[in-house]
């Protein structure tokens, strides 16, 4: 059962009509006569009271409103600021990450070139490897990278160049059937993995140790033949696999294991 609030103000009304009532009553107990002119004031008297209670009232309820009304402004306003921040915090991560991750086409044909000399410099493949990612890793900005490379009889793919890491930390060789890297030489085009398996390994730095975000996997691609996988592993997207086409062009004159 609901209990009807009664409004302070009306209860202000109901005292001053009795506070007037009763200087009414006390004349007609005392059985005094009332000049006409002298009721008449008090009824004026009484009156402008209430009228005084009411404006005051109405400024008070306004002044009250106009509050409220700023506030909920206020309130609808800081949301739209908030998103507004939002937006340009998204967007200005979009645009730095095309700024640092986005290549020309002149910066492509600068890195194919350093991949095509470094070729020509020294076709060992160990040596090849690591200089192969280090020279990756200075135009990109890469945690970890390993670079695999076919060897014969057994046609599997052995570690022979790693950057950030030990080669006891990874596997010793893969296949056609090791999961997604076997799924990148099948396909012979580049994957991104972006949700990247809890035990796989850690990025080593100045303030300790974190998991990468992004894993990418370039198929190096030789006479239609991969001979050879690069697996990068990053904290944020480099888009590597839209320049891979170009990149992995100044890789053609790898021998063949």
Known sequence: MSVMKIKPILILYIISTIAFLFALLKY???????????????????????????????????????????????????SEYIQ??????????NL???????KSEDEIAIITEELLCLIKKDNNIKNL??????????????????????TQPSGKFNVQGVYGLNEEEVLSEISELSGVNGECILSQNPLIVNEIDQDYFEIESCSGSSKPKHLYLL????????????????????????????LSSGL??????
């Open 28 to 78: 007609i107990v005392l059985e005094m006569y009332i000049p006409v002119n002298f009721l008449i004031l008090e009824v004026i008297s009484f009156l402008g009271f209430i009228g005084v209670v009411f404006l005051s009232d109405k400024i008070l309820r306004q002044s009250r409103n106009g509050i409220i009304l700023k506030e909920e402004e206020f309130q609808r306003k800081e």
């Open 84 to 93: 507004k921040i939002e937006q340009y915090k998204v967007t200005l991560d």
């Open 129 to 150: 490897a690591t200089e192969l990612l280090l020279k990756l890793a200075k135009h990109y900005e890469i945690g970890l990278a390993v670079c695999y490379f076919k």
């Open 219 to 246: 198929p190096i691609v030789v006479k239609n033949e991969t001979i050879g996988l690069i697996e990068l592993a990053t904290f944020k997207l480099i888009n590597i696999e839209l320049h891979w086409d170009k």
């Open 96 to 102: 730095k990450n095309e700024n640092n991750n986005d």
């Open 252 to 257: 053609s004159e790898i021998k063949v294991l």
